[in-house]
Each structure stands twice: as C-alpha cells, then as structure tokens.
C-alpha cells in the first residue's frame, strides 16, 4: 500500500510537469485556450506549472537519497592551505 501510495504521489507531478510543457508548447506553435485571455499568460502559467513539477520530483529524489544515505552531506573546508 505504501509503494502504491508513493508512485500516486510521484506521477501527479509528473503530470503537472507535462501539462506545463504542452501549455508552453500550444502557445509557440499558436494554439490557444480560452482560459487565457493571452499566449504570454498561458506560457507564464505552463512554465510555473512545469517548474513546480520538476521542483517536486527533484526535492522527492534528494530527500530519499539522503534518508537512504545515498548521498552525502556536502562538507566545505574553510582552512584550505593555498
């Protein structure tokens, strides 16, 4: 029930992310909705919606890694010689 669970909550931004690419896409080729008053408002939208799509999966994948401890922390030495 729990992987079913996380795949639901991978695919949903996944489709938001999808819709934004085919928002952006309908207005450079010149099909519009009639939702948007304008083709730069449905762009603007379309972007939003696929960079918070992109920002969700990404976020998702950091924070399993890390709870995994497939990833490191990222450590920076202030007392470098040179």
Request: charged residues 20%.
């Amino acid at each position: 029930m729990q992987r079913l669970l996380a795949i639901i909550v991978i695919f949903i931004p996944g489709i938001i992310a999808a819709i934004g690419i085919k928002l952006m896409r309908d207005t450079l080729f010149d099909d519009f909705y009639a939702i948007f008053f304008y083709g730069s408002i449905q762009f603007i939208v379309g972007l939003i919606l696929f960079i918070v799509g992109v920002a969700f999966l990404g976020g998702f994948i950091i924070y399993r890694d890390r709870k995994n401890q497939k990833r490191q922390q990222q450590h920076f030495d202030t007392n470098k010689d040179g």
